[in-house]
């Protein structure tokens, strides 16, 4: 079998053939080639699920940076599985689909290539055991998000949409990235499964630990309040948004929480946090869904309530693990099913949701559905497609999400009997705020289908005559909806398979057996049947009058949204930044000498004074020669008559004067390539200075006012006895290892006779190479901005 180290990695090397490809074939082909990747990893991910289901995991190790336990590790699970496969296989429907979708004149190799390195990170994000691995690969989907969504860079919403989504995700990942090092610094290790095992739970830094893994989390997967993002992540093309928010990106918070549920599920924080988070999302983004016109946008507040019902669920799940062995364990272990179960879903009907609302812009010209309505008898096919993604969204049997709504249903109503956490305070807070959710859930639902395929037609509203999608755009849809049906009728095959191994990896401390009854679609007249039929008939009810009820969005003042408070937060961060730098930048040599020093004065002089180095030992000193004093006196009579000067010619031979005389100090030191150098550098400034001597102005006196001229002495007394502090300090204190080590046994570790050399390449050869990069990366911005400096018609373009 294919293992998992080369799945992660084949996308990426699949990325970097993208353009050879892409050169070589015609360019609506380079989907067929790409589309071989997530298939073969499908059908080799696929292969493991018979021995994952019977208990056995695979794990893999590559040293990396063994002396900080960062190793590229990766560990197969039954968690990690069924990312594995909702990323390789959603993956491959929405290749497919794009093939159909996108022109030849778009840029298809970028596509690909942005489409491969997410596909690729996303894999790294669930299979990694290892923190920084992980984190490595967490940042670098919330990069190539941002150039998926941007795709079509050309239009501001576009780019005002990657940005947003950029800034919000790598926040959250900051906060994660912070809570990992004090993890580490918990437990001594990077590795996530010994963590499990190691963790300490009244350790000071467990509860900001977990409070900042959870802020990651909830920006990647659009909890409240960081769920602004992605309504406007909705500019990237559909084959994009399908696979951003119904399967990877949005999903990985969701997996992040469950993976680290066995860390800090037992806690009460946790619950608290993660289900209250979860439940205002899945409301707020039920509720602000019936309210869009446009049927992406439609879509995307539907994401974010579907994953508020799964946060909610895993929040629920969580206190399975504070609870032990008992009755009341089987309520929070069935959340977790459930939770697990809906996810699942959530991919099939919302991939399907997103692709027939592609095939709508791409039948009809639009996607608004005050221009939409009738074209069911037009597109029959996406008809059916939608009609089935929407019903099991609003959770209507006989399709998959009709299973998970219930056990949410059944879970939320258990919660709130039991009294773990003094939940009977609320007791009826959960069942109540998520049977409003899904009461919103099924208007919206309701309004995809009826809006947009019944009623009358409007073709005078249209950009075009509306027209079914060709066949090859309907693939995918039509496999995501027979999936949602089969789910429906078979549903015991993924949770024998796929779900009950996860499970094992959420709760590893509990005994499972038993505990999950099977998946069934009737088990009687209980409350979650009662709730299901209740939100049918209010739901039903309120679509019908929705015209005499919807202006309650318009009591909220528009200036009090989140996305204007964002929005607004970055205009005053701007005019922020902009005065500061206007305080600092103010075009003048001398003000920026006067920062530099006085940070030197502060840094420095601070350092000696506070940690004792200001001390003097001259015990060991060689002893001073005449040669030594007569170049001192010359220096210091160069130095004391360069102000004084009269002319620039005689400054510049001054200060020639002053380095020579340093040259010599190194040959008196017996330091002959130090004093090469300095000789080759004195003569080369003296020559350049004496070259542009003709075309310099003319020499005048400066009329500086007295205030300025103290406060330059001040300083350059201060910075002057600060460097000869600092010299003869460093003959006395001792604050760090002396460097003599790397000269004492240089040509035996790293071959080489010169030391700075050996420094440069082998002992300090990290600081070398990234010091390398960064120039490449300042040479390599100089160079875009020189070469691909936009044209005309591209200018016309932007503001699009």
């Not at 990942?173 to 300490?200: C, K, P, Q």
């Not at 009244?202 to 960081?226: D, E, N, R, V």
């Not at 005689?650 to 200060?655: I, R």
Request: net charge neutral.
């Amino acid at each position: 079998m294919l293992s998992v180290n080369l799945a992660i990695l084949i996308p990426f090397l699949a990325a970097i053939l993208v353009p050879f490809l892409y050169a070589k074939v015609s360019r609506k082909h380079i989907g067929w080639f790409v589309l071989i990747v997530p298939v073969v990893l499908f059908v080799s991910l696929a292969r493991y699920i018979p021995s994952v289901a019977g208990g056995e995991t695979y794990l893999s190790t590559i040293a990396w940076i063994p002396s900080y336990g960062i190793h590229f590790t990766t560990y197969l699970d039954g968690l990690s599985i069924i990312f594995g496969l909702l990323i390789t296989g959603i993956g491959s429907l929405v290749i497919i689909y794009s093939i159909y979708y996108l022109s030849a004149e778009e840029s298809l190799g970028h596509f690909y290539i942005y489409l491969l390195l997410f596909m690729g990170a996303m894999l790294g994000v669930v299979f990694s055991d290892n923190l920084m691995v992980f984190y490595a690969f967490w940042e670098l989907t919330s990069i190539s998000s941002f150039l998926l969504i941007a795709f079509w860079y050309h239009r501001k919403r576009s780019r005002y949409g990657a940005k947003k989504a950029l800034l919000t995700t790598v926040t959250g990942g900051i906060a994660m990235l912070t809570s990992f090092i004090m993890i580490y610094v918990m437990t001594g290790t990077m590795s996530i499964r010994e963590i499990i095992s190691t963790i300490d739970y009244g350790h000071a830094l467990f509860i900001p630990a977990m409070l900042l893994l959870l802020l990651g989390a909830f920006t990647k997967s659009a909890q409240f309040p960081f769920h602004i993002w992605l309504p406007d992540a909705m500019e990237a093309p559909t084959p994009i948004s399908a696979y951003l928010h119904s399967a990877t990106m949005v999903k990985a918070g969701i997996y992040l929480v469950a993976r680290f549920t066995p860390i800090f599920g037992s806690h009460e924080t946790w619950f608290w946090l993660v289900s209250s988070v979860g439940i205002i999302t899945l409301f707020w983004g039920s509720f602000n869904a019936v309210r869009q016109t446009d049927l992406k946008a439609l879509l995307a507040y539907s994401t974010i309530s579907q994953l508020g019902l799964i946060m909610t669920l895993f929040g629920i799940g969580s206190a399975a693990l504070s609870m032990g062995a008992g009755e009341e364990t089987v309520i929070y272990t069935q959340a977790t099913f459930a939770a697990l179960f809906h996810l699942v879903n959530h991919s099939t009907f919302k991939g399907a949701l997103f692709m027939v609302i592609g095939i709508v812009n791409h039948g009809a010209g639009t996607r608004d559905i005050r221009r939409l309505g009738g074209l069911m008898s037009l597109m029959p096919i996406s008809f059916t497609i939608a009609l089935i993604g929407s019903f099991s969204m609003a959770g209507l049997p006989p399709f998959n999400g009709f299973l998970s709504k219930e056990m949410f249903f059944q879970a939320v109503v258990s919660v709130s009997q039991s009294g773990i956490f003094s939940l009977h305070v609320s007791k009826v807070l959960f069942p109540v705020v998520a049977w409003v959710a899904s009461v919103f859930t099924f208007i919206y639902c309701m309004i995809i289908v009826f809006k947009t395929f019944l009623g009358p037609y409007q073709p005078e509203k249209l950009d075009h005559e509306a027209h079914e999608a060709p066949a090859g755009m309907l693939i995918s849809p039509i496999i995501l909806a027979v999936l949602v049906v089969g789910i429906f009728f078979f549903p015991n095959v993924l949770g024998d398979y796929l779900l009950r191994p996860a499970m094992a990896s959420i709760l590893p401390s509990i005994e499972l057996e038993g505990m999950i009854e099977p998946i069934s679609a009737w088990h009687g007249f209980n409350p979650a049947l009662w709730m299901t039929l209740g939100v049918i008939a209010v739901g039903t009810l309120m679509y019908l009058s929705i015209r005499r009820w919807k202006g309650i969005y318009s009591l909220l003042p528009e200036n009090w949204t989140l996305d204007n408070l964002y929005n607004n937060s970055l205009i005053q961060m701007e005019k922020i930044s902009n005065r500061i730098t206007s305080f600092y930048m103010t075009g003048y040599l001398r003000s920026y000498s006067i920062y530099i020093f006085l940070f030197f004065i502060a840094a420095v002089g601070g350092t000696l004074l506070f940690t004792g180095a200001y001390a003097f030992d001259f015990a060991g000193d060689a002893p001073i020669s005449v040669y030594e004093i007569v170049l001192v006196l010359v220096m210091v009579a160069a130095a004391l008559a360069i102000p004084l000067a009269k002319s620039r010619v005689n400054a510049v031979l001054l200060n020639g004067a002053l380095g020579y005389s340093m040259a010599l100090f190194f040959v008196v030191f017996r330091a002959p390539d130090l004093a090469l150098t300095q000789l080759v550098v004195e003569t080369v400034s003296t020559a350049l200075f004496l070259l542009c001597f003709y075309f310099l102005p003319k020499w005048k006196k400066e009329e500086t006012p007295r205030r300025t001229k103290r406060t330059n002495l001040v300083i350059s007394i201060a910075v002057g006895i600060i460097f000869v502090l600092v010299a003869l300090s460093v003959r006395g204190g001792k604050l760090f290892d002396t460097i003599s080590g790397y000269f004492e046994n240089a040509y035996e570790l790293a071959g080489g006779k010169n030391i700075v050399n050996a420094i440069l390449g082998d002992f300090r050869a990290f600081d070398t190479m990234l010091e390398v990069i960064v120039l490449f990366i300042g040479g390599l911005s100089v160079y875009t901005l020189i070469k691909l400096k936009s044209t005309k018609e591209e200018q016309n373009l932007e503001d699009q």
